[in-house]
T-cell receptor, first 116, second 112 residues
Framework: DTEVTQTPKHLVMGMTNKKSLKCEQHMGHRAMYWYKQKAKKPPELMFV???????INESVPSRFSPECPNSSLLNLHLHALQPEDSALYLC???????????????FGPGTRLTVL | DAKTTQPNSMESNEEEPVHLPCNHS???????IHWYRQLPSQGPEYVIHGLTSNVNNRMASLAIAEDRKSSTLILHRATLRDAAVYYCILRDENNQGGKLIFGQGTELSVKP
């Protein structure tokens, strides 16, 4: 199974709402990632988790709160978002965070978030 | 992070070869060249990677210039399903962060 699943597929939320995005993989990968992608732009890295610990935070505002409860699951908790946070949120996983070999990242289909 | 430059868009005819160029003049000796593509309404997917030698896999071939300042992704027979944005990414062998830094990519359209 080489699939990364993300739920929900679409999410509409108000600026005062709290919601969560979920990501799951069963490939035994120990690195998981959140990316944000605006329309017609490339994905931008937000967070990296390595062995369930936060490894990289790319200066993401605190209204985005990641969580990795176990090696298969990755959540992104959302609170007090702004309309400019509307985007496609992509989750990915890889064997680990080492470079030097392919260590390809497997991406989910994303959650399309609209903030009203 | 070393930067890559790609054409914004390219067109191809179905069943013809496609050569997608990428310039990376500031590449360092420990940078691997990775290619990912993103089909419409999907997340990116890995295509191929290489360091110095040309590489082939079931999806594509990667031709790397001798000075490593440029590379070309080759799709041998384009199909309609190959219409996607193709990203050329440099990844440092010493990078322990797992980062993929996406550039603007090339949007490939395939005509029947």
């Amino acid at each position: 199974d080489t699939e990364v699943t993300q739920t929900p597929k679409h999410l509409v939320m108000g600026m005062t709402n709290k919601k969560s995005l979920k990501c799951e993989q069963h490939m035994g990968h120990r690195a998981m990632y959140w990316y944000k992608q605006k329309a017609k732009k490339p994905p931008e890295l937000m967070f990296v988790y390595s062995y369930e610990k936060l490894s990289i935070n790319e200066s993401v505002p605190s209204r985005f709160s990641p969580e990795c409860p176990n090696s298969s699951l990755l959540n992104l908790h959302l609170h007090a978002l702004q309309p400019e946070d509307s985007a496609l949120y992509l989750c990915a996983s890889s064997q680990d965070i080492s470079a030097g070999v392919a260590n390809e990242q497997f991406f989910g289909p994303g959650t399309r978030l609209t903030v009203l | 992070d070393a930067k890559t430059t790609q054409p914004n868009s390219m067109e191809s005819n179905e069943e013809e070869p496609v050569h997608l160029p990428c310039n990376h003049s500031t590449i360092s000796g420990t940078d691997y060249i990775h290619w990912y593509r993103q089909l419409p309404s999907q997340g990116p997917e890995y295509v191929i990677h290489g360091l110095t030698s040309n590489v082939n896999n079931r999806m594509a071939s990667l031709a790397i210039a001798e000075d490593r300042k440029s590379s070309t992704l080759i799709l041998h027979r384009a199909t309609l399903r190959d219409a996607a944005v193709y990203y050329c990414i440099l990844r440092d062998e010493n990078n322990q962060g797992g980062k993929l830094i996406f550039g603007q990519g090339t949007e490939l359209s395939v005509k029947p």
